[in-house]
Every structure is written in C-alpha cells, then in structure tokens.
T-cell receptor, first 114, second 113 residues
Framework: GNSVTQMEGPVTLSEEAFLTINCTYT??????LFWYVQYPGEGLQLLLK?????DKGSNKGFEATYRKETTSFHLEKGSVQVSDSAVYFC?????????????FGKGTHLIIQP | NAGVTQTPKFRILKIGQSMTLQCAQD?????MYWYRQDPGMGLKLIYY???????DKGEVPNGYNVSRSTTEDFPLRLELAAPSQTSVYFC????????????FGQGTRLTVV
C-alpha cells in the first residue's frame, strides 16, 4: 500500500533560519506529491505540489523537489518567519489508487521563535 | 466564496448517542472526502464520494455512514458514538484528485464521553 513518512516534530527554529522537513514515500503507482499546511484552528491548505519526477513545487518561499530515485519530497525554506509556525503535512495521491483520496504523513509541527 | 463549510465546529456526545456532521461545498466539485485527525497520527480517510449517489469506504469506515444525494452535500453519520471516535473531523472536496487540489473545511472537534 501507499505510505508517507515525515520527520517527527516539533521542530523549533529561530526566525530567519533555514528549514528542511524531510518526507519520503512508498507508492504502488506513480504518485503526485504535495505539501499541505495547517495553521492553528484551521483546516489544511495546499502549499505546493509536484506531479512528476524532477518537478519542483514552490509557493510563499517554500520549495520541494520530486526525487523519484530517492522517493523523497523534502520541504525547504531559506529564511523562516514567525508566521510560518504551523503543522506541515506531506501527502501523495497515487494514480493507480483510483479516487481513494490523499495519503498523509503524520505531520510536523514547526515552531518559529522571534 | 464559502468553499467547504462544516457544522458544527464543536460537539460533545455521550456514549451511544448519534449525530450527523454536516459538510457542504459551493465549488461544484465531484469528489468529496471525510477524514479524521488524531494527535500525532495524521489524517485517515473515512469515506469518499466521486459524485452524487456514489460513495465508498476509506481506510477507517467502521462506526460511520455517509450519503451523497446532491453534489453540494456530504454528511457523515455516527450511529452509536464511542470514545474511540473522539477526534477532529475534516471534510474536503476536489475537482481533480490526481492534482491533489483538495479544499478543506475548518473541522469539527468531537468529544465522546
């Protein structure tokens, strides 16, 4: 079956630090990959996506590259802000899985201190 | 532009009670989903629908039922509430699941005591 593994949190950084949140996956087909963000008290929002190997998704200063050879989709940002504090979820949708919905990792809680 | 609307936002149920979590979307999306989110466990798919009149089980369907009589509405029914159903429930919709563009509601926090 499909699965997503992401680094455990919480991750605590100072403002302007470099961020990496690791994500690896297993899939039966050829998945599309996503990062979602959940701010306190809210639902999830799509942050960025990549639908094929070597694609780079980017949004709001965040980036992630679809690496098929390492089955990874690590999230990076060069300089984090306090407003980036949230829970980040790596997810996949497997084209071989029909309309089963997204498979999510457990989430990484990011805390940015001023 | 309302997006995905869930009601209620909070609810406390006693063991054995029943309730329906409401979900409505105004984006004319065919695909709709119910997830539950438990601390440290990510989101688990309960049920999903690919269009009006069509529903199917996800990863954790036991104790729940759904219906999809219209494109807009996708209610989730708990028949006999149990403490294990204490969770945060999210409804989502998508126009194109292969692109992962799922739009989520703000969630319903349910406590069963």
């Amino acid at each position: 079956g499909n699965s997503v593994t992401q680094m455990e949190g919480p991750v605590t950084l100072s403002e302007e630090a470099f961020l990496t949140i690791n994500c690896t996956y297993t899939a039966t087909g050829y998945p599309s990959l996503f990062w979602y963000v959940q701010y306190p008290g809210e639902g999830l929002q799509l942050l960025l996506k990549a639908t094929k190997a070597d694609d780079k998704g980017s949004n709001k200063g965040f980036e992630a590259t679809y690496r098929k050879e390492t089955t990874s989709f690590h999230l990076e940002k060069g300089s984090v802000q306090v407003s980036d504090s949230a829970v980040y979820f790596c997810a996949l949708w497997d084209s071989g899985g029909g309309a089963d919905g997204l498979t999510f990792g457990k989430g990484t809680h990011l805390i940015i201190q001023p | 532009n309302a997006g995905v609307t869930q009601t209620p936002k909070f609810r406390i149920l006693k063991i054995g009670q029943s309730m329906t979590l409401q979900c409505a979307q105004d984006m004319n999306h065919n695909y709709m989903y119910w997830y539950r989110q438990d601390p440290g466990m990510g989101l688990k798919l309960i049920y999903y629908s690919v269009g009006a009149g069509i529903t199917d089980k996800g990863e954790v369907p036991n104790g729940y039922n759904v219906s999809r009589s219209t494109t807009e509405d996708f209610p989730l029914r708990l028949e006999l509430a149990a403490p294990s159903q204490t969770s945060v429930y999210f409804c989502a919709s998508s126009p194109r699941p292969h692109l992962g563009e799922a739009f989520f509601g703000q969630g319903t926090r349910l406590t069963v005591v």
